[in-house]
């Protein structure tokens, strides 16, 4: 037992010690929150850019232009000039041009049933980008038309507010980061670590003296669970305190899914380091794999919203399991009876990683 609890302190003060890593780690959540908190915070993550020339200014043109004005997703600006605005949209450097022509207001208030033009271009390359762009500007324009024409509808549409969650990306993302953490402590971390150590042989002079194995890996866990309860603490107390984060659930389900998840990627980065013959190899060999995790795991995006063909991939992968269950613990409150079945998937994971790496495990 004295081993033990000596080899954990030992691991613990290595971390300690590293005055690069533990930097990093303390603020490499308070970064990231700034920097996608400032980019995706507002709540409106899609945004279209319009030039629009007004060659009429009058009263009609003016209200026109007021209606789309007031729309987040529409960033407009005003122009003079046709042929720049017509070159910046074929090139790429904006999504719309809308022209609205000389005698626009006359074709409103004229008897003749002929309905007045508005002119809108787009990029025909990027249509499917640009839909939700098209369903705003067509809307607002069709609403404008019905309040110029006094037009009463016969059918109407009424709107009831149903009591929900109101959540901002920073409380979709600070879960996704505590689950990056876990997975690259764990996974890159033990895997560059035990290679190293094999390769110096310090694992060589372990295994000469009576030190069993199981003590060995069960010091490892231990203090990597410390660290990684450690630095979730202190990701959600930055998240709460300096980004108003909603923490709506158990904080124990939290912590079950923080030790789950640390148990997961180390038995993975367990296996990496067998397999890696060097340090230099361990580290590759971590990234290659985290690295497309972080995307596909839903880390930083919603899965729902990937390719259909990658849905297989996402949902079978540990760190979907891992940032979803965080996410809907703290977003909306989730029980343990809500998360079985990412809970069953983790478990799956970890016990078959763990009877790879015992297998694959060698001290030299």
């Known amino acids: 037992m004295r081993a033990y609890y000596q080899l954990t302190l030992a691991q613990l003060r290595i971390y300690v010690r590293n005055r690069q890593a533990l930097i990093w780690t303390l603020l490499f959540p308070f970064f990231f929150m700034i920097i996608f908190g400032l980019m995706f915070n507002d709540g409106n993550t899609t945004t279209y850019s319009v030039n629009l020339i007004d060659y009429d200014k009058t009263q009609a043109s003016k209200q026109i232009v007021s209606i789309l004005d007031k729309q987040n997703s529409l960033k407009i600006h005003q122009k003079s000039d046709e042929k720049k605005v017509k070159k910046s949209l074929s090139d790429g450097k904006t999504d719309f041009v809308i022209l609205i022509k000389k005698g626009f207001q006359d074709q409103v208030t004229s008897k003749k049933n002929v309905p007045a033009q508005i002119e809108v271009l787009y990029n025909e390359s990027k249509m499917g980008q640009l839909q939700g762009g098209i369903a705003t500007i067509t809307a607002n324009i069709d609403g404008a038309s019905k309040q110029m024409s006094g037009y009463t509808p016969k059918v109407v549409t009424t709107l009831k507010g149903v009591e929900g969650i109101t959540l901002s990306y920073l ?168 998360l079985a079945s990412d809970f069953g998937w983790l478990c799956v994971w970890m016990i078959v990683s763990f009877l790879i790496a015992a297998k694959t495990f060698r001290w030299e």
């Open 171 to 338: 409380d979709f993302l600070v879960p996704g980061i505590i689950a990056m953490q876990i997975m690259n402590n764990n996974m890159n971390g033990v895997a560059g670590q035990i290679a190293s150590w094999r390769e110096r042989g310090v694992l060589r002079r372990m295994q000469g003296t009576t030190l069993k194995a199981s003590t060995f890996i069960a010091a490892q866990i231990t203090a990597r669970l410390i660290l990684n309860s450690l630095q979730a603490i202190l990701t959600i107390l930055i998240g709460y305190y300096g980004f108003d984060v909603s923490i709506r659930g158990s904080f124990l389900l939290v912590v079950l899914f923080v030790v789950l998840g640390t148990l997961t990627f180390m038995s993975i980065g367990f296996i990496i380091a067998s397999l890696a013959k060097s340090p230099e190899s361990a580290g590759p060999i971590a990234g290659f794999i985290s690295f497309p995790l972080m995307f596909l795991g839903g880390v930083f995006f919603p899965v729902n919203n990937m390719p259909e063909y990658l849905q297989p991939i996402i949902k079978t992968i540990p760190i979907t399991h891992l940032s979803t269950a965080m996410r809907d613990i703290m977003n909306i409150g989730a029980t343990f009876g809500d």
